[in-house]
C-alpha cells in the first residue's frame, strides 16, 4: 500500500480515491504485454505488405494473355499470394489476442485505485500506508475499509407475527425513536418486508427507511418503532385494564348499578399502551384500570368520574 487518502469518519463520494495499491509484478506484465503488442502490431503491417504484394502480382499473372506465362507459373504465383494472405491472417489474429491480453493487464490495473462504490462514510478502516494487501475474499482475507451509507438510514425491525398480516404492503408510515435516552424522533416508510415468520422468534422481518440528511442516525443504533397501522374498526381499550387470569384474557366491565362484572375479551391487535378486542366489549362500556385483586365478580363499586374523565 503506497498511499491511503481517508480515515474512519470521513464523508467520501462515489468513486472518491480511497487508497493506491503497490502492484509491482503487475506492472511488469502489463508493460510485457504493451511491448508484445507492438511488436504483434508491426508483424501484421509486415505481413500485410507482402500480401499485397503477393495478391499484385498474382493478379498480373492471372490475366497475362495465353503463351505469355505458363500454368505452372500462374499456379506458384497464387500458392504465394494464398500463403502471404494466411500469414497476414496469422498475425492479425495474433495481434487481436496480445491486445486481449492488454486490455485484461489494464483492467487489473484499474484495481490498484481503490475507489468508493458510493456515497458514504468510512466507518472502519484496516489498512496503513506500507501493509501488504491480499488479493481474494475469502476467510482469511481482511477488507481494506468498511463503508455505511446513511442517508436514507435504514432499520431492520423484528415484528411480532400478531400484527404480521398488516405490515406486508409497503410504504406505511413508521416512527422511529432512539432509545439511547437522547430525544430523537424520525418519521419513515416500510420498505420491504421478508414475507416470511421466523421460526425461532415468531417475527417479521420489516426494513425501514429514514430520511438522515444531519447524521443523527448512526449504523448500529437500536431503536422502538411505532407504525401507523390502519384502524380495522374493532374496540381499543387502554392495556392496563387487560386482566391475564387462568380462563384467560378478561376487563371489568361496570354497569349502571356500579356492579363490577368479569368478561372474556379476544385480542386481535396490541399496540403497547392500547390493545384492539375482536370480541367481549362494546363501545360506551365503562371498564376499570389495574383492577384490585380484591375485588370479585358482582361487587359494587364507587366510580371516581373524575378519573374517568381524565
Not at 501484421?44 to 494473355?65: H, I, L, Y
Not at 481503490?114 to 488479493?135: E, Q, S
Given at each position: 500500500m503506497s498511499r491511503a487518502g481517508v480515515d474512519i469518519?470521513?464523508?467520501?463520494?462515489?468513486d472518491q480515491l480511497l487508497a493506491v495499491i503497490d502492484t509491482p509484478d503487475l506492472d511488469a506484465e502489463y508493460a510485457a504485454a504493451r511491448a508484445q503488442l507492438k511488436v504483434s502490431q508491426a508483424e501484421v503491417v509486415q505481413r500485410r505488405a507482402q500480401a499485397e504484394v503477393g495478391r499484385t502480382t498474382w493478379e498480373r499473372w492471372?490475366?497475362?494473355?495465353?503463351?505469355?506465362?505458363?500454368?505452372q507459373e500462374r499456379e506458384e504465383k497464387q500458392a504465394v499470394f494464398e500463403a502471404s494472405d494466411a500469414q497476414l491472417k496469422a498475425a492479425m489474429a495474433q495481434a487481436a489476442l496480445?491486445?486481449?491480453?492488454?486490455?485484461?493487464?489494464?483492467?487489473?490495473m484499474e484495481f490498484k485505485q481503490v475507489r468508493a462504490p458510493y456515497d458514504g462514510r468510512i466507518t472502519k478502516r484496516f489498512i496503513d500506508i506500507g501493509n501488504l494487501v491480499t488479493a481474494g475474499s475469502t476467510s482469511a482475507t481482511t477488507p481494506l475499509y468498511v463503508m455505511s451509507q446513511n442517508d436514507p438510514m435504514r432499520f431492520m425491525v423484528d415484528v411480532p407475527q400478531s400484527v404480521a398480516g398488516a405490515l406486508v404492503q409497503d410504504d406505511l408510515p413508521v416512527t422511529v425513536s432512539g432509545t439511547s435516552g437522547v430525544?430523537?424522533?424520525?418519521?419513515?416508510?416500510?420498505?420491504r418486508t421478508s414475507n416470511a415468520i421466523y421460526n425461532g422468534s415468531r417475527t417479521l422481518k420489516v426494513e425501514v427507511d429514514i430520511p438522515n440528511p444531519d447524521a443523527r442516525w448512526l449504523p448500529g443504533?437500536?431503536?422502538?418503532?411505532?407504525?401507523?397501522?390502519p384502524p380495522k374498526g374493532r374496540v381499543q381499550v387502554p392495556a392496563a385494564t387487560l386482566l391475564f387470569r387462568s380462563s384467560g384474557e378478561q376487563v371489568a366491565i361496570v354497569d349502571a348499578q356500579n356492579r363490577v362484572h368479569l368478561r372474556?375479551?379476544?385480542?386481535?391487535?396490541?399496540?403497547?399502551?392500547?390493545?384492539?378486542?375482536?370480541?367481549?366489549?362494546?363501545?360506551?362500556?365503562?371498564?376499570?384500570?389495574?383492577?384490585?385483586?380484591q375485588i370479585v365478580d358482582g361487587d359494587r363499586v364507587v366510580v371516581n368520574m373524575e378519573k374517568t374523565a381524565q
Amino acid at each position: 500500500m503506497s498511499r491511503a487518502g481517508v480515515d474512519i469518519g470521513d464523508p467520501v463520494k462515489k468513486d472518491q480515491l480511497l487508497a493506491v495499491i503497490d502492484t509491482p509484478d503487475l506492472d511488469a506484465e502489463y508493460a510485457a504485454a504493451r511491448a508484445q503488442l507492438k511488436v504483434s502490431q508491426a508483424e501484421v503491417v509486415q505481413r500485410r505488405a507482402q500480401a499485397e504484394v503477393g495478391r499484385t502480382t498474382w493478379e498480373r499473372w492471372r490475366d497475362s494473355p495465353p503463351g505469355v506465362v505458363s500454368q505452372q507459373e500462374r499456379e506458384e504465383k497464387q500458392a504465394v499470394f494464398e500463403a502471404s494472405d494466411a500469414q497476414l491472417k496469422a498475425a492479425m489474429a495474433q495481434a487481436a489476442l496480445d491486445q486481449a491480453r492488454v486490455d485484461k493487464y489494464a483492467a487489473l490495473m484499474e484495481f490498484k485505485q481503490v475507489r468508493a462504490p458510493y456515497d458514504g462514510r468510512i466507518t472502519k478502516r484496516f489498512i496503513d500506508i506500507g501493509n501488504l494487501v491480499t488479493a481474494g475474499s475469502t476467510s482469511a482475507t481482511t477488507p481494506l475499509y468498511v463503508m455505511s451509507q446513511n442517508d436514507p438510514m435504514r432499520f431492520m425491525v423484528d415484528v411480532p407475527q400478531s400484527v404480521a398480516g398488516a405490515l406486508v404492503q409497503d410504504d406505511l408510515p413508521v416512527t422511529v425513536s432512539g432509545t439511547s435516552g437522547v430525544a430523537m424522533k424520525s418519521t419513515g416508510k416500510v420498505t420491504r418486508t421478508s414475507n416470511a415468520i421466523y421460526n425461532g422468534s415468531r417475527t417479521l422481518k420489516v426494513e425501514v427507511d429514514i430520511p438522515n440528511p444531519d447524521a443523527r442516525w448512526l449504523p448500529g443504533m437500536f431503536i422502538d418503532a411505532d407504525f401507523d397501522l390502519p384502524p380495522k374498526g374493532r374496540v381499543q381499550v387502554p392495556a392496563a385494564t387487560l386482566l391475564f387470569r387462568s380462563s384467560g384474557e378478561q376487563v371489568a366491565i361496570v354497569d349502571a348499578q356500579n356492579r363490577v362484572h368479569l368478561r372474556n375479551v379476544t385480542i386481535a391487535r396490541d399496540d403497547g399502551n392500547m390493545v384492539e378486542l375482536d370480541s367481549g366489549v362494546q363501545p360506551g362500556d365503562r371498564l376499570v384500570l389495574n383492577l384490585s385483586s380484591q375485588i370479585v365478580d358482582g361487587d359494587r363499586v364507587v366510580v371516581n368520574m373524575e378519573k374517568t374523565a381524565q
